[in-house]
Nanobody
Framework: QAQLAESGGGLVQAGGSLRLSCAAS????????MGWYRQAPGKERELVAR???????SYTDSVKGRFTISRDNAKNTVYLQMNNLKPEDTAVYHC???????????????WGQGTQVTVSS
């Protein structure tokens, strides 16, 4: 089994910055895509940003130019640098990773427990 542990959420004023981290641990053979999703109260979970093992990245339109996703493959960690935060960015942010735990098993998605990001106006 593998686990994902997020950190870095908190309360920040509009225009401020936060950096989220998500470290994968446990039985890991390889990690493909890693990404960040968020879910605001009363809304569906949405994809914020995603990065492949080769380093390609994609973002939802509302965060382009403000958020940057990166990963450290040696540390099995993905980051989300969030700048110029807006109140509408307030949500629980969840880390997601497609992990293969053994050469004999298929990869599957794992999720972190989530970290709260609150942006005050």
């Amino acid at each position: 089994q593998a686990q994902l542990a997020e950190s870095g959420g908190g309360l920040v004023q509009a225009g401020g910055s936060l950096r989220l981290s998500c470290a994968a641990s446990g039985s890991i053979f390889s990690i493909d895509d890693m990404g960040w999703y968020r879910q605001a109260p009363g809304k569906e979970r949405e994809l914020v940003a995603r990065t492949t093992s080769g380093g390609s990245s994609s973002y939802t339109d509302s965060v382009k130019g403000r958020f940057t996703i990166s990963r450290d493959n040696a540390k099995n960690t993905v980051y989300l640098q969030m700048n110029n935060l807006k109140p509408e960015d307030t949500a629980v942010y969840h880390c997601n990773a497609n992990i293969r735990t053994s050469v004999v098993f298929r990869s599957r998605d794992y999720w972190g427990q989530g970290t709260q990001v609150t942006v005050s106006s």
